[in-house]
T-cell receptor, first 113, second 116 residues
């Protein structure tokens, strides 16, 4: 089945700096790539998603890029703020595997003020 | 707007007891998903429903686990009998569409289950 790897597992940045989280996927037929933010005691919250017909998508301080050839996608957060501190998950879904979402292992982001 | 509502938020029970987790999806969403989150295995899809019909239950770990969706606004995940290794956070999510994961999913805040 689909396999999604996520790096790094933890990331510490200074407030105002940028943060980048990277994911790779195994199935070239994957066509939907969401990113979720999970705060302590809460469920994952969708923050941005991208489909395979688009190379980049941006929403204010958050952007996602997709490289289909290399089978990887990245989350970029600019001008980080303390409230960005959370666990971030990438995911991928492929029609080859019933379009079920397969999640990465997560990245703990700490923004130091 | 009300999001996905799960109950209870926390459940502590003894091994062998029956556990029932409940979920109310977002009104108008026609797909519902049950996930389990653990440190070792991360977020795993257990089962999903579309228009109240179970479509794929290949993620359900054992016959001790069962899920139902009697109507568009309610679903249950039941574990009987429960075991300590079932301890985890269980999430319910809902979305529009007919696919399993190619539409944005909205998660509830989960049920933290501890089996002693």
């Amino acid at each position: 089945g689909e396999n999604v790897e996520q790096h790094p597992s933890t990331l510490s940045v200074q407030e105002g700096d940028s943060a980048v989280i990277k994911c790779t996927y195994s199935d070239s037929a994957s066509n939907y790539f969401p990113w979720y933010k999970q705060e302590l005691g809460k469920g994952p919250q969708l923050i941005i998603d991208i489909r395979s017909n688009v190379g980049e998508k941006k929403d204010q301080r958050i952007a996602v890029t997709l490289n289909k050839t290399a089978k990887h996608f990245s989350l970029h957060i600019t001008e980080t703020q303390p409230e960005d501190s959370a666990v971030y998950f990438c995911a991928a879904s492929s029609p080859e595997y019933g379009n079920k979402l397969v999640f990465g292992a997560g990245t703990i982001l700490r923004v130091k003020s | 707007d009300a999001g996905v509502i799960q109950s209870p938020r926390h459940e502590v029970t003894e091994m062998g007891q029956e556990v029932t987790l409940r979920c109310k999806p977002i009104s108008g969403h026609n797909s519902l998903f049950w996930y389990r989150q653990t440190m070792m295995r991360g977020l795993e899809l257990l089962i999903y429903f579309n228009n109240n019909v179970p479509i794929d239950d290949s993620g359900m770990p054992e016959d001790r686990f069962s899920a139902k969706m009697p109507n568009a606004s309610f679903s249950t995940l039941k574990i009987q009998p429960s075991e300590p290794r079932d301890s985890a956070v269980y999430f319910c999510a809902s979305s529009h569409g007919t696919g399993a994961g190619d539409q944005p999913q909205h998660f509830g805040d989960g049920t933290r289950l501890s089996i002693l």
